[in-house]
């Protein structure tokens, strides 16, 4: 099973980038899927997660009302639309699945971690 997030680039401050996570032996169906995010020097950070059975979305402060989580079953992809980008938003960013219980914004939270890609928001 292998998780692979794409969409990443170099874009500056107040551009979007939509973040797409695939995923090859999984079928994503209703369970949990979060974005979590890794900026330099930094641990990594819980920031979306759409949960199972509802598509109930969440979000941490720091990305609320400018990312959006979403998920589309028939692509097998969630995405990660980033609109008003900052600097400060750099960082890799990894989607993750498999969720461990019912919390979702610590690295503990997830077992199934993708490659990342990398976002960098220039000034």
């Known amino acids: 099973v292998q998780l692979q997030a794409s969409g990443g680039g170099l874009v500056q401050a107040g551009d979007s980038l939509r973040l797409s996570c695939t995923a090859s032996?999984?079928?994503?169906?209703?369970?949990?899927i979060a974005w979590f995010r890794q900026a330099p020097g930094k641990e990594r950070e819980g920031i979306a997660c759409?949960?199972?059975?509802?598509?109930?979305?969440v979000y941490s402060d720091s990305v609320k009302g400018r990312f959006t989580i979403a998920r589309d079953n028939a692509k097998n992809t969630v995405y990660l639309q980033m609109n008003g980008l900052k600097p400060e938003d750099t960082a890799t960013y990894y989607c993750?699945?498999?969720?461990?219980?019912?919390?979702?914004?610590?690295?503990?939270?997830?077992?199934?971690w993708g490659r990342g890609t990398l976002v960098t928001v220039s000034s």
């Open positions: 993750v699945a498999d969720q461990q219980g019912s919390s979702w914004t610590r690295t503990t939270d997830f077992a199934l």
């Open positions: 032996g999984l079928t994503f169906g209703n369970s949990a």
């Open positions: 759409i949960v199972s059975d509802n598509d109930d979305t």
